[in-house]
């Protein structure tokens, strides 16, 4: 005698679907974090009365290394300033803030360079710096 | 005789099971609010090279020349401590009321740290006056082959 099998129905709940909206959600929100440099070890020099800066059009870093780095890529010193005049565009006076975070400990040779190519590229400059205590 | 329509209401409740999956979600949401907290810092607005070179031909600015030494910076020339660098740099801007002369030179050696300059050129900008810099230039020459 044959036993005739059922079909057995797998349907993903319906019920999950919020949760499966949100995971994307928060997965986009994170890819787009296109500045992401927090894998780069730097630790910012101490200043008084700053102030937030939540957006900004590109993030060039001096890690403890003296490595410079372009919205979280390893770039060298001479592409920088075409660099950062390539992501600024034809952006408007206002909207063109470049954040420049340096380690507190790197030298004037690494540091004033990549100054003068954020001024050259036309960019508005802004230290990173950490509320001194 | 009236009979009474009675509708019995379900009770919905969330599975149980998903409670973990409900934290889980609400951790990774506060973390990624919490990567997302805007920087601090400083805007500093510094001279085009070129207006620079302009406002040195028609007036003398102020030179500050620093050091890896943290406790002493050159003003004009002058070794100056730099617990007294606010109150020399407040007596030279004195009378200097248009921004072009409000500019101070700021020179400094390539060894100089990166928190002494900041803390250094923060000083100048709180007093109202603007920072340029000024770099010894490398060329490199090619002697002979």
Known sequence: MKFKRRAMKADVPSVAMGDIAFNLLIFFVILAKAQDDSHLQWQPAQAKQLQGFASSKASVLIDRENKLHLNGKEIGQAQLAKGVGDILGSAPQGDRTVLLKVHKDATAMYYEAVIEAISEAGGDLVHVLEEKQ | MRHERITKKLLVEPAAVATGDIAFNLIVFFLVCASTQPDTGKRQDLPRSEQTK???????????????????????????????????????????????????????????????????????QDLGASITIQREEERTVVVGQ
């Open chain 2, 54 to 124: 302009q406002q040195e031909q028609k007036s003398q600015n102020i030179e500050l020349a620093l050091t890896r030494t943290r406790t002493v910076v050159s003003l004009n020339g002058d070794p100056v401590k730099v617990g007294e660098l606010p109150a020399r740099l407040r007596r030279l801007l004195e009378g200097k009321r248009s921004p072009e002369d409000r500019v101070v030179v700021v020179k400094s050696k390539p060894d100089v740290p990166y928190d002494h300059w900041i803390a250094t050129t923060t000083l100048i």
